[in-house]
């Protein structure tokens, strides 16, 4: 699957900058229905985990707190906190369940390498035209699901 990355304005004068963003929606692990809020996410290859704001958590019915507590450290340099909770995602064809952290101080959701890099290759394309992304899923992954 191709995903055009999406161009976000520039705050000066400067250039736009085109952003690898996944649209994904978010449920219990295990879940069968399709939940129906759509989530713009950053794919990070720099991103340990796969973070989410708190509020998409209660969103989908979990209580952020009942999950697994961690920390990180951000590119400024703060320490981050956040619960790590398992949870199904879909986009198009695909739905998976990864773990992913739901914190407070998440300002935007991210897709890391933990859990969703787990289950797909990710080539980015910045030369193409538009520029993008390819998704695909990693060979004899058994928990994926096509839907």
Known sequence: ???PYTIVPSDDDGPDVAVPVLRVQLGKAGAKVQPGVLVPAIVDT????SLFPAE?????GLAVEDGRMEETI????????FFVHHVRIWFAEYQVDIQVGFGEEVEFPVL???GFFDHF???FDNGSNPPGFE?????GNHSLALM
């Open 46 to 49: 720099g991103a340990t985990y």
């Open 56 to 60: 998409i958590a209660e969103d989908i």
């Open 1 to 3: 699957m191709r995903v």
């Open 74 to 81: 951000v590119s400024n340099g703060e320490t981050m906190q």
């Open 135 to 139: 998704i695909v899923p990693i060979n």
């Open 112 to 114: 890391g390498r933990i």
């Open 121 to 123: 290759k990710i080539t």
